[in-house]
């Protein structure tokens, strides 16, 4: 697997510094992964090449933030959040809740919530823990399922925070809605907003850093970066490693 890394020199300094230009706090390193869905290996890789990076340059405190959407799509999203909870344990890791992940809690309570997770994506998921009789019904599926959820997944699902903030950015799965405080915005609007954050040119208070909406390449505008390269059907992770006042990727 061909990782790709680009790693510039820092072209602005403390005293310099262009204003516009967000900066994360001193002694500071984040890494921020987009959307998984399911695609274990991509994320074994994607790890493997931070921890790479951070032996190579060591110094800062490194903190790895992933933005949601671990699930769904993809073949292996039990072992995603196996990966996740170990990671947990092995780094300062945050993982934030993308709109998948809302959804597979509601289906653990309700059958008809099961029904509409099965239609965007979550059939794989169920697969990724239980493979029932051929032929089994819905309701089959469904309680076979909840019942091969260990609760250490539920747990995790459950304690998924909304954002994060560090210096002058906030990472958030889907976006904000333009001219709500961070404070006040929605939990739901910060899992699946979509065109009116998009559309949005003008700033939103941080550097917006987030997945949710796919694109090609990342997306990098003023008050925005998209992280989301669609790993799940590209087979491209995306990492976007900040420092100071550089941002460079690494993706598989």
Request: some cysteine.
């Amino acid at each position: 697997m061909t990782m790709l890394k680009i790693r510039p020199n820092s072209t602005v300094t403390e005293h310099f510094r262009d204003p516009a230009i967000p900066l994360v706090p001193d002694h500071m390193r984040i890494y921020a992964v987009g959307d998984v869905h399911g695609r274990l290996d991509l994320l074994t890789a994607l790890q493997a090449a931070i921890d790479e990076d951070m032996a190579a340059h060591p110094g800062p405190d490194c903190v790895e933030v992933y933005l949601g959407d671990y699930v769904d799509r993809g073949a292996q999203s039990s072992g995603v959040l196996d990966a996740l909870l170990q990671r947990q344990k092995d780094r300062k890791a945050i993982c934030i809740s993308g709109n998948h992940e809302a959804v597979m809690l509601e289906s653990l309570l309700s059958q008809e919530s099961f029904s509409r997770w099965l239609r965007m994506g979550g059939l794989e998921t169920v697969y990724s823990y239980v493979r029932p009789a051929a032929g089994a019904d819905e309701a089959r599926l469904w309680n076979e399922w909840r019942a091969a959820v260990p609760a250490e997944h539920i747990s995790f699902l459950r304690k998924l925070t909304s954002f994060f903030v560090c210096g002058d950015y906030v990472f958030v799965h889907a976006g904000l809605r333009p001219g709500i405080p961070l404070e006040e915005q929605s939990r739901e609007d910060m899992m699946w907003i979509r065109r009116e954050f998009l559309d949005h040119q003008d700033g939103f208070g941080h550097c917006v850093v987030h997945g949710h909406t796919p694109m090609k390449d990342p997306e990098v505008l003023s008050n925005r970066i998209n992280i989301d390269t669609g790993a799940y059907a590209t087979g491209h992770l995306t990492c976007l490693v900040l420092e100071g006042a550089d941002r460079f990727l690494i993706a598989t």
